[in-house]
C-alpha cells in the first residue's frame, strides 16, 4: 500500500472508528465485507463458485462446502486488507447462519466464531433474506429509513412476502408452497440445456421471444392468500418441451427460436404472478402498517422484465418501489449491514451459535 493510500485509510477510520466484518456463506459464494455504519463499504471481496458446479447444472452441496473452506480465510483476508484494518479495529462480526446449505453455513459461522472469539469482539448474527431487502436501504438516494415496508423475496430457493416493520422485526405474509421462482428459472433452463447458472440465461433468450407463444398458467394469481406456487408452470413448460412422461431432455432437438419463445412465455407467467401477488398484498396491507413502500430483494429481483413490470404497477397503483441494485440480488456480504441494526438493539450472538440449514418457510 502506497503512502497516500495509507493516509486514506487512516483518515476514514479517524471519521468513523466503527467498523463491521460481514461474512457469508450459505451457498455458492464465499463473500466478505467490512463495512462503516453509515453503510460505506470499505472493503470487500466475492469468491464464485459457477465454473465448479455448471458441470452438473446446479449447487453440489458437498462441492459448494469443500470451495468455501479453502476460499474463506482469503476472501476475509482479502477484504480486510482493501480497507487496511485489523481485527482490532472491528466493532463486530456478523455472519448468515440461515437459511442455507448445512455445509457452506458451518464454514461462514466457524469462521466467524473463530474471529469474534480471537479478536475478542461481539458476534452478531444474521438472516440472509433479511438481508437481502435490507439491500434495499444501500441503494443511492434511499430514504434514511425505508421501513415500514412490504418486503419481496424472490431467489432461488424462497419466493416470500413480508410486512417489514423494522429491519429486524418482519412478520412473514406468505410464500411458496413448492418451488420458488428461482428455482423454476434454473429448471427450465436445465430442460433447454442452456448453461449454468441458468436463470440467467432464460432472461436473455426471454429478451429475443415471444411471450404469448405459449399460454403457460399463472398459478395462485388469483388467490387471496399471499403464498405462490411455480411447479405447475415448471411441468406446463416440461409438456410444451418434450410431452408428458418423457425424463430425458438431452436427446431433444429444440430449435432456437422455440427456445426463445418458450423462455419469454415462461418469463411472462413469472413475472405476472410475482407482479399481481404484490400489488395485491401491499393494497391490503397498506392502512395496516402505514407500508406504502415496496422492497425487493435476491436473486432473481435482477431480472429485467420484473423490474420493468413492477415499476410499472407502482406508477399505475401509487406506491414507492424500492429494488436493490442488481450487484446486491445475488449474495453478498454488504448486505450484512443489516447487523449494524441489530447492534443497536443489543441482539448478539453467543459462541454456541448453531446453524439453520434448509430453507425458510413460515417465518
Known amino acids: 500500500m502506497t ?17 463491521l466484518l460481514s461474512i457469508e456463506s450459505t451457498c455458492d459464494e464465499t463473500a466478505a465485507a467490512v463495512i462503516e455504519r453509515s453503510g460505506r463499504v470499505l472493503g470487500q471481496c466475492i469468491a ?102 412490504l418486503g419481496l423475496i424472490v431467489s432461488g430457493g424462497h419466493t416470500s412476502l413480508y410486512l417489514c416493520h423494522t429491519a429486524i422485526e418482519l412478520e412473514y405474509l406468505g ?57 405447475g408452470l415448471k411441468t406446463a413448460v416440461r409438456y410444451a ?21 418458450v423462455c419469454a412465455s415462461f418469463e411472462a407467467a413469472v413475472v405476472d404472478v410475482l407482479v399481481s401477488k404484490s400489488r395485491r398484498a401491499i393494497k391490503r396491507h397498506r392502512d395496516r402498517s402505514r407500508a406504502g413502500r415496496l422492497i425487493v430483494g435476491g436473486g432473481v429481483a435482477a431480472n429485467q422484465r420484473l423490474r420493468r413490470d413492477l415499476q410499472a404497477a407502482a406508477d399505475e397503483d401509487g406506491f414507492e418501489l424500492l429494488i436493490a441494485p442488481p450487484h446486491l440480488c445475488t449474495d453478498n456480504a454488504v448486505m450484512g449491514a443489516i447487523a449494524w441494526k441489530k447492534l443497536e438493539a443489543g441482539q448478539f450472538a453467543s459462541l454456541d451459535l448453531d446453524i439453520t440449514p434448509g430453507l425458510q418457510r413460515g417465518f
Open 175 to 231: 410464500g411458496t408452497i413448492d418451488d420458488a421462482a428461482g428455482e423454476a428459472f434454473d429448471k427450465v433452463a436445465a430442460m433447454l440445456s442452456l448453461p449454468f447458472p441458468g436463470g440467467v440465461e432464460v432472461a436473455k433468450l426471454a429478451a429475443e421471444g415471444n411471450e404469448k407463444a405459449y399460454s403457460f398458467p399463472r398459478s395462485m394469481i388469483h388467490d387471496e392468500a399471499d403464498d405462490f406456487s411455480f411447479s
Open 241 to 261: 418441451i418434450a410431452g408428458p412422461g418423457r425424463q430425458d431432455f438431452s436427446s431433444l432437438q429444440i430449435p432456437e427460436q422455440v427456445k426463445r419463445d
Open 48 to 149: 464464485t463458485q459457477e465454473t465448479l458446479h455448471e458441470q452438473f447444472n446446479g449447487v453440489v452441496p458437498e462441492i459448494a462446502a469443500r470451495a468455501h473452506l479453502e476460499r474463506i480465510l482469503p476472501v476475509i483476508d482479502t477484504a480486510m486488507k482493501q480497507a487496511g484494518v485489523m481485527g482490532k479495529d472491528l466493532t463486530a462480526v456478523a455472519v448468515a447462519d440461515r437459511p442455507g446449505l448445512a455445509g457452506s453455513l458451518l464454514v461462514g459461522v466457524v469462521a466467524a466464531k473463530t474471529l469474534a472469539l480471537a479478536w475478542n469482539r461481539p458476534l452478531i448474527s444474521l438472516n440472509h433474506l433479511h438481508a437481502h431487502l435490507y439491500a434495499c436501504q444501500l441503494i443511492d438516494g434511499a430514504p434514511e429509513d425505508i421501513y415500514p415496508s
Open 3 to 19: 503512502a497516500p493510500e495509507t493516509v486514506a485509510r487512516e483518515s476514514a477510520r479517524s471519521q468513523s472508528q466503527e467498523l
